[in-house]
Nanobody, 118 residues
Framework: QVQLVESGGGLVQAGASLRLSCAASGPELRTYFMGWFRQAPGKEREKVGAIGWSGPSIGYPDSVKGRFTISRDNAKHTISLQMNSLKPEDTAIYYC???????????RGQGTQVTVSS
């Protein structure tokens, strides 16, 4: 069983940066892709990107490409989501996720709220 705990959410102004972290625990972490989803009120869940054990990060949607970067620290069992040039439309609950494929559909954290004010 893999457990994921997010941290780093908060309220920021448009244009600011924010870094989310996800601490993973459990067996065989190296076999899992890890990444992030987000879900805004009234909108469908959106995958923000994923990363394998040895990288690189992949699958950024156009809505975040060039602004968001996923990184992975295998020694610390963490992944991070660096978010730059934040926009109000980035407001959402951000979830860390893990899976045996890039679909990341095996495990998910509790989520952390990110709110971007205009």
């Amino acid at each position: 069983q893999v457990q994921l705990v997010e941290s780093g959410g908060g309220l920021v102004q448009a244009g600011a940066s924010l870094r989310l972290s996800c601490a993973a625990s459990g067996p065989e972490l190296r076999t899992y892709f890890m990444g992030w989803f987000r879900q805004a009120p009234g909108k469908e869940r959106e995958k923000v990107g994923a990363i394998g054990w040895s990288g690189p990060s992949i699958g950024y949607p156009d809505s975040v490409k060039g602004r968001f970067t996923i990184s992975r620290d295998n020694a610390k069992h963490t992944i991070s989501l660096q978010m730059n040039s934040l926009k109000p439309e980035d407001t959402a609950i951000y979830y860390c996720a893990a899976g045996l494929t890039v679909a990341l559909d095996d495990y998910r954290g509790q989520g952390t709220q990110v709110t971007v004010s205009s």
